[in-house]
């Protein structure tokens, strides 16, 4: 089970939000990039800082667990989570 650590907070440039959870006994640093959640939650680009985070907070679950199998596959932190890492297969 993957669990939030920190509340989500939007990067000061805009382009991410960050965030930390707790997976498999270690508490990973994660970062979503704006376009990722703009196509996986079809915002137009030029979403607002508020939507971007209620967008984040409506889709944490599936943002959570794919940030948790990439962080089972990467050394380094923090996981940085792309559009591609949210393509439906």
Same mark, same amino acid.
């Given at each position: 089970?993957v669990?939030?650590?920190t509340t989500?907070d939007?990067?000061?440039d805009g ?5 930390s959870?707790?997976a498999? *006994? =270690?508490?990973?640093?994660?970062i979503i $990039?704006k ?9 137009p680009?030029?979403? %607002?800082?508020?939507r971007?985070?209620q967008a984040?907070?409506? *889709? =944490?679950q599936?943002?959570f667990?794919? $940030?948790?199998r990439?962080?089972?596959?990467t050394?380094?932190?923090?996981v940085i989570? %792309?559009a591609?890492?949210f393509a439906r297969?």
């Open positions: 089970m669990t939030a650590v989500p939007v990067s000061p382009s991410a939000i960050a965030f959870v707790a498999h *006994g =270690r508490t990973v640093e994660c $990039a376009d990722a959640l703009v196509q996986d939650s079809w915002l680009p030029d979403t %607002a800082e508020e971007l985070l984040f907070v409506n *889709g =944490r599936r943002i667990v794919i $940030a948790e990439k962080a089972l596959t050394t380094h932190e923090p989570l %792309a591609v890492d297969k």
